[in-house]
């Protein structure tokens, strides 16, 4: 038997969320053909827990390497959650899995799998409370030795999310001086330069400002009693939140009413779900601007309205704003946006008479450094932000709608399409209007070589049976598409 199986391994993590120095330390382990029953992880602060690893400090220092190791993209970003998580053996949950990759490449596939489905279930508990932690924060004004203001926050999270939602903070209130206290560790935003501290205790944090008033009353006003489903409500806002919110004092009152309020609402002719579709589209670019339905409308970007004529015999869906469009306001503006463009030329389609919106108004994304990388809104996503799509719909009331990608055909169908088998057919809707299926331009931006050649060609293939619908003579360029 070598020393590397022989000897238990006592492996200390400086930080509670270091994903990096567990990265490191795993593959250096699996490296040297450590087995998981061999290992005994625990974070420095705490030191080695067991006899083993007390005993066998020196063999902390991990053995030569002999293999190359392996992990999947999937286990990476299921491994980058989990690491966040309060239990006490994700550390060594994750090392099993890691090893037991090593020789089933598919195992992270297996749903089933009982170290796959828990860890799983992990970082959905991970990723809930960082969601928590960005819709249940409440800033509250303080006075600075300088006369300025600094808005300073108390927030309890499950687990080791506060360095992960940091990014989050800054990009939200760059231009002001913040504070985010908890139990373990407290953040400091000065404007420049982002400090950590040791945790705070909840009376360090200011009990209410000036503002509080105003926040209840706005509460108050837009507190919908049609809508009202307590146990819903309590799922998604936990009680345990309600002490740190100025609007929680009102909710018991505002439920207890609830009932006397529906009733008046109906009396007044008001729908039961207070959803009335507005009666324009500047109305819905007003509404969609404070939709807080689903996590992508809490993430701190604005929403992007259609942009169009109110009459248009064509309607273009896409799938979320990007980048580009969330910074300008306006949809289709990037690099898919002007592949879009030049194809719309090339079937004679003019761009000033589309109206071209998307599936959902939010961008969601993720962020890596300055960078904001797109991530796909799930089906609850798009079904939530459906009720927009309808409500343009109805008052555009175009002929033909494309749809971009399999999103924008869920936003229309309210079933996920295949595109692979649906692009390109014609299909009558209830509404009177016709529908086309193909791909998002910013798919034809990932293809190379023929690849490309050959996906655009069928995309400008699918414009041109649009412009067939319309009864416009495409352009001749469409003949013989070129890339860009």
Same mark, same amino acid.
């Given at each position: 038997?070598?020393?590397?199986?022989?000897?238990?391994?006592?492996?200390?993590?400086?930080?509670?969320?270091?994903?990096?120095?567990?990265?490191?330390?795993?593959?250096?382990?699996?490296?040297?053909?450590?087995?998981?029953?061999?290992?005994?992880?625990?974070?420095?602060?705490?030191?080695?827990?067991?006899?083993?690893?007390?005993?066998?400090?020196?063999?902390?220092?991990?053995?030569?390497?002999?293999?190359?190791?392996?992990?999947?993209?999937?286990?990476?970003? *299921?491994?980058?959650?989990?690491?966040?998580?309060?239990?006490?053996?994700?550390?060594?949950?994750?090392?099993?899995?890691?090893?037991?990759?090593?020789?089933?490449?598919?195992?992270?596939?297996?749903?089933?799998?009982?170290?796959?489905?828990?860890?799983?279930?992990?970082?959905?508990?991970?990723?809930?409370?960082?969601?928590?932690?960005?819709?249940?924060?409440?800033?509250?004004?303080?006075?600075?030795?300088?006369?300025?203001?600094?808005?300073?926050?108390?927030?309890?999270?499950?687990?080791?999310?506060?360095?992960?939602?940091?990014?989050?903070?800054?990009?939200?209130?760059?231009?002001?001086?913040?504070?985010?206290?908890?139990?373990?560790?407290?953040?400091?935003?000065?404007?420049?330069?982002? @400090?950590?501290?040791? !945790?705070?205790?909840?009376?360090?944090?200011?009990?209410?400002?000036?503002?509080?008033?105003?926040?209840?009353?706005?509460? @108050?006003?837009?507190?919908? &009693?049609?809508?009202?489903?307590?146990? %819903?409500?309590?799922?998604?806002?936990?009680?345990?939140?309600?002490?740190?919110? &100025?609007?929680?004092?009102?909710? &018991?009152?505002?439920?207890?009413?609830?009932?006397?309020?529906?009733?008046?609402?109906?009396?007044?002719?008001?729908? /039961?779900?207070?959803?009335?579709?507005?009666?324009?589209?500047?109305?819905?670019?007003?509404?969609?601007?404070?939709?807080?339905?689903?996590?992508?409308?809490?993430?701190?970007?604005?929403?992007?309205?259609?942009?169009? &004529?109110?009459?248009?015999?064509?309607?273009?869906?896409?799938?979320?704003?990007?980048?580009?469009?969330?910074?300008?306001?306006?949809?289709?503006?990037?690099? %898919? !946006?002007?592949?879009?463009?030049?194809?719309?030329? /090339?079937?004679?389609?003019?761009?000033? *008479?589309?109206?071209?919106?998307?599936?959902?108004?939010?961008?969601?994304?993720?962020?890596?450094?300055?960078?904001?990388?797109?991530?796909?809104?799930?089906?609850?996503?798009?079904?939530?932000?459906?009720?927009?799509?309808? %409500?343009?719909? /109805?008052?555009?009331?175009?002929?033909?709608?494309?749809?971009? !990608?399999?999103? @924008?055909?869920?936003?229309?169908?309210?079933?996920?399409?295949?595109?692979?088998?649906?692009?390109?057919?014609?299909?009558?809707?209830?509404? !009177?209007? /016709?529908?086309?299926?193909?791909?998002?331009?910013?798919?034809?931006?990932?293809?190379?070589?023929?690849?490309?050649?050959?996906?655009?060609?069928?995309?400008?293939?699918?414009?041109?049976?649009?412009?067939?619908?319309?009864?416009?003579?495409? %352009?001749?360029?469409?003949?013989?598409?070129?890339?860009?």
């Amino acid at each position: 038997m070598s020393v590397a199986t022989a000897t238990m391994q006592a492996v200390l993590i400086d930080r509670p969320d270091d994903f990096e120095e567990w990265r490191g330390k795993a593959r250096a382990l699996a490296a040297a053909r450590v087995p998981p029953e061999r290992t005994s992880w625990s974070l420095a602060t705490e030191g080695a827990r067991d006899l083993f690893g007390a005993r066998n400090a020196e063999a902390a220092k991990s053995p030569p390497p002999q293999r190359a190791v392996r992990a999947s993209k999937a286990f990476l970003q *299921l491994a980058g959650s989990v690491v966040l998580h309060r239990d006490r053996n994700r550390f060594a949950m994750l090392y099993r899995l890691l090893w037991r990759l090593q020789d089933d490449a598919l195992l992270m596939q297996s749903t089933s799998d009982p170290d796959v489905h828990r860890l799983t279930a992990m970082a959905g508990h991970v990723r809930r409370d960082i969601h928590k932690m960005r819709a249940f924060l409440r800033f509250r004004a303080t006075a600075e030795p300088d006369g300025g203001e600094r808005f300073v926050a108390w927030f309890e999270p499950d687990h080791h999310i506060v360095r992960a939602n940091a990014d989050f903070f800054l990009n939200r209130f760059a231009s002001q001086r913040w504070s985010i206290l908890t139990p373990e560790l407290c953040l400091h935003w000065d404007g420049e330069t982002l @400090a950590e501290a040791p !945790g705070a205790d909840r009376r360090d944090a200011p009990a209410e400002d000036v503002a509080e008033h105003l926040w209840q009353s706005y509460y @108050a006003s837009i507190f919908n &009693p049609a809508r009202l489903k307590v146990a %819903a409500m309590v799922k998604e806002m936990p009680r345990r939140y309600w002490k740190n919110l &100025p609007e929680a004092r009102l909710i &018991p009152g505002l439920i207890a009413g609830a009932q006397a309020r529906e009733a008046a609402m109906v009396e007044r002719g008001g729908s /039961r779900f207070d959803r009335a579709p507005p009666t324009s589209l500047e109305a819905i670019a007003g509404r969609i601007e404070a939709c807080r339905q689903c996590p992508i409308g809490c993430n701190g970007t604005r929403a992007v309205a259609g942009e169009g &004529p109110a009459r248009a015999r064509l309607l273009i869906v896409g799938e979320q704003p990007g980048d580009c469009e969330e910074r300008d306001g306006r949809p289709f503006v990037g690099p %898919a !946006g002007q592949l879009l463009d030049r194809h719309l030329e /090339r079937a004679g389609l003019d761009r000033s *008479l589309i109206r071209l919106t998307n599936a959902v108004r939010h961008f969601k994304f993720e962020q890596r450094g300055k960078r904001r990388i797109h991530q796909n809104p799930t089906a609850g996503e798009i079904d939530r932000c459906r009720w927009w799509l309808d %409500a343009e719909r /109805r008052l555009v009331r175009p002929e033909v709608i494309l749809a971009l !990608g399999a999103s @924008a055909g869920r936003a229309i169908l309210g079933r996920t399409p295949s595109i692979g088998k649906e692009r390109g057919e014609v299909r009558s809707l209830p509404d !009177g209007s /016709r529908l086309v299926l193909t791909m998002h331009p910013s798919y034809l931006l990932r293809l190379r070589d023929d690849a490309a050649i050959d996906a655009e060609r069928r995309f400008q293939s699918d414009l041109g049976r649009v412009a067939a619908l319309l009864q416009i003579r495409p %352009a001749p360029a469409a003949l013989a598409p070129e890339r860009a």
